[in-house]
């Protein structure tokens, strides 16, 4: 069941804020009522209808950069201000290991994304992933997706949302999560439980948020 209050005591507050956010996700998808629509080329049909599966492509290795440090840019740049607003060199040092593990990319989960559309028939998707109208847009019923396991993996979790071209959207979605972050750690110092090994922790679990976060960030630029 999504949580809506949180021990922020518990020293594993962080990990179970982010699953909780993956779950409650899953209970979005499932009240999902339309279909969602995936532009691929013919070559691409064939495969998929072949293998019988759709790819997702890591991360990093998405065609454009610059949508990829957009979201992780603002997402850092928002928790300095954040941190900012008081004084503490707890919440300075914090900011510093988020900014080492990114750097770093260790203890960083890896997200594959795959692209829909609540358009079945939308001109930019023709002309970016649809071969100029040449190709095929698959209509799913998305819920059919939580049924979906692969048996070689168990910590499978499937996170969708629509894309967020607003960047005040983009910033209030981010000043919550870092709200409970921020008093999470800020609580475990007060009771003298925040060892160096549970900040990094929490630094590491931050950036997981802020990766699965800003992968949904575009600039407003991109808006149609």
């Known amino acids: 069941m999504y ?7 518990d020293g594993d507050f962080c990990w179970k804020y982010l699953i909780d956010e ?9 009240e ?27 991360y990093s290795f998405l065609n454009d950069a610059s949508e990829l440090n957009y979201g992780m840019t603002l997402s850092i740049e928002l928790l300095e201000k954040e941190i900012q607003k008081d004084s503490n ?18 203890e960083i989960n890896d997200f594959y994304i795959t692209s829909f559309s609540e358009h079945k028939d939308l001109l930019s998707q023709w002309k970016g992933y649809g071969q100029n109208g040449q190709g095929f847009s698959l209509g799913f019923d998305f819920k059919e997706f939580t049924r979906w396991k692969r048996e070689d993996i168990l910590d499978i979790f499937i996170y969708i949302q629509p894309v967020i071209y607003n960047v005040e959207e983009q910033k209030n979605a981010l000043k919550q999560i870092y709200k409970n972050l ?43």
């Open 3 to 9: 949580q809506t209050k949180y021990d922020f005591a």
């Open 22 to 30: 993956t779950f409650h996700n899953e209970k979005a998808i499932h």
């Open 32 to 58: 999902y009522t339309g279909n969602l629509y995936h532009y691929t080329t013919p070559q691409g049909l064939v495969g998929i209808l072949e293998n019988q599966k759709l790819w997702a492509t890591e």
């Open 89 to 106: 060199t707890t919440l300075y040092k914090y900011l510093l290991l988020v900014k080492k593990v990114m750097e770093d990319k260790q």
């Open 182 to 224: 921020i008093k999470h750690i800020l609580t475990l110092e007060s009771n003298k439980l925040l060892t160096d090994e549970k900040f990094y922790s929490i630094a590491s679990c931050t950036v997981n948020f802020i990766k699965l976060k800003s992968i949904f960030f575009k600039s407003d630029s991109f808006q149609e």
